[in-house]
């Protein structure tokens, strides 16, 4: 009988330890802890993109901000600008924007974002928006968040940002 009650018991110890060991390694929030880090990422971004133009100035620093090589894109992270009045001055992905004022533009959900990044801009010089937008890789309609810095002093006033699709 004690050799049947120990067989038992090694055995919900083992169950015990390969349960605890399995649970272990299954990834806990993969997802939140890959957007979290391209939180960072963004945030870090733009706040390399505003120091950048303090250096060399606007224009040299929208040319840069295009370029591969000086490591203002990385992956989907890229930086956007906006004036006060909601005008596209400058996309490092698609130029084509530039000049267009997005103000009136709708997600997928009928939200005016950008007209919220310029508002919220308004009150708070930094902060985060979110929306709905293709993306280019997977193009399904997905959640998109944007970080935006607002600088008064720099032409006029401009909004720099960058943004990243939740995983």
């Known amino acids: ?24 390694s299954i990834p806990q929030n993969a997802s939140a802890t890959n957007n979290n880090d391209l939180e960072k990422k963004c945030i870090d ?4 993109g505003v120091e950048h133009i303090k250096k060399v100035g606007i224009e040299q620093a929208f040319k840069d901000f295009k370029d591969y090589k000086k490591n203002f894109i990385s992956d989907e992270l890229y930086l956007f ?5 909601g ?12 000049g267009v004022n997005l103000t009136k533009i709708q997600d997928t959900k009928g939200k005016l974002f950008i007209k919220e990044l310029i508002d919220k801009s308004n009150s708070n010089l930094a902060g985060w928006i979110d ?5 280019p890789k997977t193009k399904k309609i997905t959640p998109k968040k944007t970080y935006y810095i607002r ?7 401009i909004i720099l940002s960058s943004g990243f699709y939740l995983k």
């Open 45 to 48: 971004l733009v706040e390399k």
């Open 81 to 85: 600008t906006f004036n006060t009045k």
């Open 87 to 98: 005008e596209c001055i400058q996309h490092a992905i698609n130029p084509k924007l530039v």
């Open 1 to 24: 009988m004690f050799r049947k009650i120990n067989s038992l018991y090694s055995r919900i110890l083992l169950f015990l330890f390969l349960s605890l060991f399995f649970i272990n």
């Open 131 to 135: 929306y709905y937008w293709t993306n």
């Open 151 to 157: 600088e008064n002093n720099i032409a006029g006033g």
